[in-house]
């Protein structure tokens, strides 16, 4: 395993303190960036679909719908940009930087790890193993819920706005124009495209419990991490 | 077989030539008949047989019941809208929903702007071509057609001018070669009556009443945003009413209301001046062709519709008869009741479909739509080309609805004989005139021509009730009424765990229902039993034929291999197959 | 009544100097002498209307009604001047024979030139017999006249996607044109019905440019379809500004809000009702107070209730929706992190009380 940069230290109680440099910055301002993102989307999609009460009085003095969905596709360039300069650094960053995309679904011994960690958080194994990168669990399922849930929400999303934005408009050309007829129609576009908002609604739930727990319970620093980029290991 | 007594009193022969038409044109869907002639060209058997099957009632299972009148709707384009009606009140009936007045008006202003339109176009569009020959119109004296015209109506297009520049361009039109709809058409037939002035005078008609009927059904634009197939909801109509606040435009309002009554009035006046005339003028040439009864002076029924008082479906309310006579007494209506087992049921003996004992009937809140495509050991020709079907088999895609076991004519004649039989004023004057205008006796009625009358005086009546219900909907709002509907059990959640309801209207072509069972807020079982199922029924397990069969029997053709007078009876009921099979 | 093309060309503003023009451009572009452009005109106007045989399926007939709705061109001057109708059984002289008759004579006379209209649509099941004419299966006779036709116009929603019939569970396979005949242009004009004027305007263009009109991905005019109601839909501004109708004949309903939250799926809906409106422009269902139903799109029989603006997945079984889906599993992994993090708790109390009473003993 490549490691960009070491540092001993001292720890609490004179232990040792192993740590690494693994969240280049571009990879921790895009993960908050992204996640910020994330928050104002599925907000502001829920209520795509589930409007707020009405407003009385003339539509003239009002916008609210329409600032709602001006938000939604506001943060959705934030996030598709975000995601396409993610994709960039997969490329030149560092080796964790390409963890999201890349699976090595033919490593027999990743797959033991895998189930390692399934055992670890179904409380059958009793010690936690310590990974510079992500564990192997996660790398799974960031790499299905989150690389493959925003590569569906990004397509169905452009394709979605590209119905507004009219034929002629690049979104129209290069998605609605074969998005829609795959799906049959635009209405099941919008049923999975909100679909797809609840799958991202139940991954960020498991990954930040996951995140603060692992915090605690593996002696690792995670939190810290996607603040700092380093990785220490407390014991 | 040669000869053989159905129990409802006709007798078949089915030793003669078989002649088979299919498919009937002019008509809604796909119908085929055969009869058999004897050797003088009477017909002495017939077949009816509806060759298409949808299978509405299997997907409406497990439906939400509010959406119901959208499916049910596309049963018919044609009668579009009394399939939706008649759901929603199957929906409210279920539910106990009460429908507002101003929703009950417009209801029926809707309801009656399509028996206006469908009989219009029926008579001019599906009917004409089997009295009126559009090749002798060439002939008529353009001068003589005028001063028929004036004659017997003062309706404005009628100088010899006009109707010379339309034989123009009828002369240039068949000139071309190409006849387009009128190709192959039975011109020249001995049994085309009409001097070449009426018929030019009625192709005058066939035209102007195409470009008019589409006046009509704006109506239901108006009300239902679109027609075919206008929107109707649960509880009342979609269409809110704002005749005093801002943003009344977005709503009916008065410029909405006034366009509608201008509708009906120019409505009211081309059915009087142009389709009335048109009838009496062509029936008068054919007074003496009295075929085509078949079931009407026996047994004929009407579920009654248009309620003047919202939400009573009740006899009194409704303002088009209800009843059944049966058995050709003319003195007795009997009483009907859509929720008694005992008189409505469906039998499959004849038809393709499969019930688990098909020597009986099942009422429509038991019933069940299973196909089964059989053919009869006598059918002539392979499953997927039939020459010949066999009528002692299954031989229709129509179940065979049945009154108290009796096969029943529905629609404008039947009204109007149960109208007539009352002494309903609204139905039996209006006979009595065309009676005495035509110098023919009350059995006249019974006829191809009976039907075709009647047809007629309920489109003027119904003209006239859509000037009564639209004054009524602005008295209405005159008081202070402006609610179009009842959402108090809008949301499935309001709803008991079961229940069970039936919708009826009046269709234009006669006694329409609906029977809705909902369970967890879906539909649990949908049955629909439609005028044209009554009308073109097939035989039941007791032999009883239904009234197309009925009303062929007994009729010469001019020619045998041309179908003119077979149509011409057929077209009377203005069938329906989409309908009758749904 | 009987119009040549070029009368028709006449009343669609073409001008006598732009005609001849045509013409001649017409032959210069064949490679002909400039001499032969009156002879082509000649051609022209004399020229025989279109055949169309207008076929009907499994189907309510709602498309035929709409069709003669027409204002503009009239109905009257579609059929009986500008193409040559020679064959609808819906509203033909001839029947039975005679009728069928026509079928073969314009399949003859007419090679490769006749348009072939389609209402409704072939049921598949049962050896094609729940929908049979001349004691043959439909989809025979629709193959039968596909075969030598110049291209097809499937009418409605119907012929196009399969409409009513074609709904949960298709109890007849009723089966969409353009899946039957694969071999041929389909011009899919979708809705239950059309627009009257849309069915006229597809006609008349064809007739007009002589070719077909530029078709979408899904083989729907362009210039009709390319746009949602509610990309048009003159409630928009109350869309934008968050003003809804929450109930029938609510206030904001006498207002004319919009139906969004009735179920409206103007916003998934392909369709000129918004613009062109219905019978002659007077209305359209949003402007009726009802919610677009989407009746021009593909299945939308079956994407649950029209009332539902979230609407329902068959996958998961009729009762579901992105929402109910999404809480109930959101809702449950709620749940199992709140276990899962209790019995972390517990455990880690567990293990540092090991730990304490460890080094308790090692400090004994
Ligand atoms: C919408 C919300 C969020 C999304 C979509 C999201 C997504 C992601 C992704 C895709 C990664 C992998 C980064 C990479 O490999 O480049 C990641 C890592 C991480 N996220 Fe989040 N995140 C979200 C919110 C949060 C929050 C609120 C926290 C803190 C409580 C958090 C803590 C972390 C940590 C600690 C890591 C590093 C995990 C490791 O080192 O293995 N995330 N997140
Ligand atoms: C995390 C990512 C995203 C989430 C959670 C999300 C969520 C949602 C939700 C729940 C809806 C409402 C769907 C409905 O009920 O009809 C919606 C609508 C929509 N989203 Fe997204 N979305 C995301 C990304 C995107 C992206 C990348 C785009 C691209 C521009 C996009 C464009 C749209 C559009 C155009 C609509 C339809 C708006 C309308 O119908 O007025 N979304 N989104
Ligand atoms: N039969 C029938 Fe209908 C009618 N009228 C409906 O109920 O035509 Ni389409
Ligand atoms: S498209 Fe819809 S409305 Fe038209 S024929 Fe088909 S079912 Fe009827
Ligand atoms: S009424 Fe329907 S189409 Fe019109 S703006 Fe509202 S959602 Fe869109
Ligand atoms: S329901 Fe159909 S008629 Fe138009 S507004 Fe919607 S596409
Ligand atoms: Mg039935």
Not at chain 2, 113 to 119: I, K, R, S, T
Not at chain 3, 122 to 140: R, T
Request: glycine share 8%; net charge neutral.
């Amino acid at each position: 395993m490549h490691i960009e940069r070491e540092f001993r230290g001292e720890g609490p109680g004179g232990r040792q303190v192993l740590s690494y440099y693994v969240y280049e910055a571009p990879v921790r301002l895009w993960h908050w960036v992204n996640a910020l993102a994330i928050v104002v989307l599925a907000v502001t999609g829920y209520f795509i679909g589930k409007p707020l009460p009405s407003m009385g009085g003339e539509a003239s003095d009002h916008y609210v719908m329409g600032t709602i969905r001006f938000a939604h596709f506001a943060a959705a360039y934030v996030f598709v940009f975000g995601f396409i300069g993610r994709i960039y650094w997969a490329f030149v960053g560092n080796h964790h930087a390409r963890q999201l995309f890349i699976l090595p679904f033919w490593d027999k011994a990743w797959w033991g790890e895998v189930f390692f960690e399934l055992r670890w958080y179904l409380f059958l194994e009793p010690k936690p193993k310590k990974y510079i990168g992500h564990n192997p669990l996660a790398q799974l399922s960031m790499f299905f819920a989150f690389t493959l849930g925003a590569t569906f929400l990004i397509v169905t999303g452009l394709a979605l706005y590209g119905e507004g934005a009219q034929a002629g408009h690049w979104t129209h050309t290069l998605f609605t124009s074969w998005v829609i007829p795959l799906f049959g129609q635009s209405q099941d576009v919008h049923t999975w495209h909100r679909l797809a908002m609840w799958a991202f609604v139940v991954f960020v739930m498991i990954h930040v419990y996951a995140a603060i727990r692992e915090d605690i319970m593996s002696r690792q620093s995670l939190i810290s991490t996607m603040v700092s980029g380093h990785r220490m290991f407390k014991d | 077989m040669a000869a053989q007594q159905t129990a409802n009193g006709f007798s078949l022969d089915n030793s003669g030539k078989r002649v088979v038409v299919d498919p009937v044109c002019r008509i809604e869907g796909h119908l085929r008949v055969e009869v058999n002639v004897d050797d003088k060209n009477v017909i002495r058997n017939a077949v009816s047989t509806g060759t298409m099957w949808r299978g509405l009632e299997v997907i409406l299972k497990g439906r939400d019941p509010r959406d119901a009148w959208a499916f049910t709707q596309r049963i018919c384009g044609v009668c579009t809208g009394t399939h939706a009606l008649t759901s929603v009140r199957s929906v409210e009936n279920a539910l106990g929903i009460q429908i507002p007045d101003n929703a009950n008006s417009i209801r029926n202003i809707m309801q009656m702007a399509l028996y206006v339109h469908d009989h219009l176009v029926h008579f001019y569009h599906l009917h004409a071509l089997d009295w009126v020959d559009v090749v002798s119109a060439l002939k008529a004296d353009p001068k003589r057609t005028s001063e028929l015209a004036q004659s017997i109506s003062d309706w404005p297009m009628s100088s010899p001018g006009y109707f010379r520049d339309l034989q123009n361009r009828l002369k240039k039109f068949v000139e071309s070669g190409q006849l387009g709809p009128f190709s192959n058409g039975y011109w020249g037939s001995p049994a085309y009556k009409l001097p070449p002035e009426a018929n030019l005078m009625a192709v005058a008609h066939y035209l102007e009443a195409l470009d008019f009927q589409k006046e009509i059904v704006k109506i239901h634009a108006i009300y239902g945003g679109k027609n075919p197939h206008p929107n109707w909801i649960v509880g009342g109509m979609p269409c809110a009413i704002n005749i005093n606040d801002v943003g009344g435009v977005g709503a009916i309002n008065m410029e909405r209301l006034n366009l509608v009554s201008s509708i009906i009035d120019r409505t009211i006046e081309f059915v009087e001046k142009v389709y009335v005339p048109d009838l009496l003028a062509i029936a008068s040439f054919y007074k003496g062709w009295l075929h085509g009864g078949g079931l009407s002076s026996q047994s004929v029924l009407s579920y009654g519709d248009v309620p003047d008082i919202a939400n009573d479906y009740s006899a009194k309310s409704l303002l088009l008869p209800r009843g059944a006579i049966i058995n050709g007494d003319l003195t007795k209506v009997h009483e009907v009741d859509l929720v008694d087992p005992a008189q409505i049921q469906e039998f499959v003996s004849h038809s393709w479909y499969k019930y688990a004992d098909e020597s009986k009937g099942l009422h429509p809140f038991d019933g069940v739509t299973e196909p089964n495509f059989v053919l009869g050991k006598n059918a002539k020709g392979t499953k997927t080309n039939i020459e010949n079907l066999d009528e002692g088999g299954k031989y229709s895609w129509l179940k065979a609805p049945r009154w108290r076991g009796h096969a029943m004519e529905v629609g404008p004649l039947a009204r109007y004989i149960i109208g007539y039989v009352q002494k309903n004023p609204e139905f039996k004057d209006p006979v009595d005139m065309v009676l005495k205008k035509l110098d023919v006796p009350l059995t006249a009625l019974f006829s191809t021509l009976g039907r075709t009358a009647a047809r007629g005086l309920e489109c003027q009546w119904a003209a006239e009730k859509m000037r009564y219900f639209q004054d009524r909907l602005i008295a209405n709002l005159k008081a202070g009424d402006s609610t179009t509907a009842n959402v108090e059990k809008w949301d499935p959640s309001t709803w008991p765990q079961a229940s069970k309801g039936v919708g009826f209207t009046e269709a234009p072509r006669g006694a329409l229902g609906h029977w809705i069972q909902i369970k967890d807020g879906k539909i649990d079982n949908y049955q629909c039993i439609v005028p044209t199922t009554w009308n073109g029924s097939p035989r039941d397990p007791a032999g009883n034929i239904g009234a197309f069969e009925a009303s062929l029997l007994g009729t010469p053709l001019a020619k045998a291999d041309q179908p003119l007078e077979i149509l011409r009876t057929l077209h009377s009921f203005d069938p329906c197959l989409a309908c009758s099979t749904h | 009544m009987t119009e040549t093309f070029y009368d028709v060309l006449r009343r669609q503003g073409i001008s006598r100097r732009s005609f001849m023009k045509f013409c001649s451009l017409t032959a210069t572009s064949l490679g002909l002498a400039p001499a032969f452009a009156p002879k082509i005109a000649h051609a022209l106007e004399n020229k025989p209307r279109t055949p169309v045989i207008w076929l009907h399926g499994l189907e309510c007939t709602c498309c035929s009604e709409s069709f003669i709705r027409s204002a503009h061109p009239l109905a009257k001057d579609v059929v009986l001047s500008m193409l040559s109708l020679d064959y609808d059984d819906t509203l033909m002289a001839a029947a039975g024979h005679q009728a069928e008759a026509i079928l073969d004579e314009i399949k003859k006379k007419y090679k490769g030139n006749y348009i072939l209209a389609v209402e409704g649509n072939p049921p598949l099941n049962e050896d094609g017999m729940f929908c049979f004419q001349g004691g043959k299966p439909f989809v025979e006779k629709l193959k039968y006249m596909a075969a030598d036709c110049k291209a097809i116009i499937a009418w409605g929603s119907c012929a196009s996607w399969g409409c009513v019939q074609a709904a949960k569970p298709n109890p007849t396979r009723a089966t969409p044109v353009h899946k039957v005949i694969t071999d041929k242009p389909v011009i899919k004009v979708p809705g239950c019905p059309p627009i009257a004027e849309v069915m006229t305007g597809v006609v008349t263009y064809m007739l007009t440019f002589e070719r077909l009109p530029e078709l979408d991905r899904q083989g729907r005019p362009k210039m009709f379809y390319g746009q949602r109601i509610h990309d048009k839909c003159y409630r928009r501004p109350h869309f934008d500004a968050g003003q809804f109708v929450e109930g029938w004949d609510d206030e904001a309903a006498r207002r004319g809000y919009c139906l969004y939250k009735m179920g409206c799926k103007g916003p998934t809906t392909y369709n000129a009702c918004s613009t062109t409106r219905w019978n002659g422009g007077v209305s359209f269902p949003i402007q009726s107070g009802h919610g677009c139903i989407g009746c021009s799109e593909d299945g939308f029989w079956d994407k649950g209730s029209f009332y539902d603006r979230i609407t329902d997945i068959k996958q998961f079984g009729i009762e579901s929706n992105a929402d109910k889906v999404g809480m109930a599993v959101a809702g449950g992994v709620g749940a199992a992190i709140a276990a899962h993090a209790a019995v972390t708790a517990l455990s880690r109390a567990k293990v540092k009380q090991g730990n304490a009473s460890q080094e308790q003993k090692q400090g004994e």
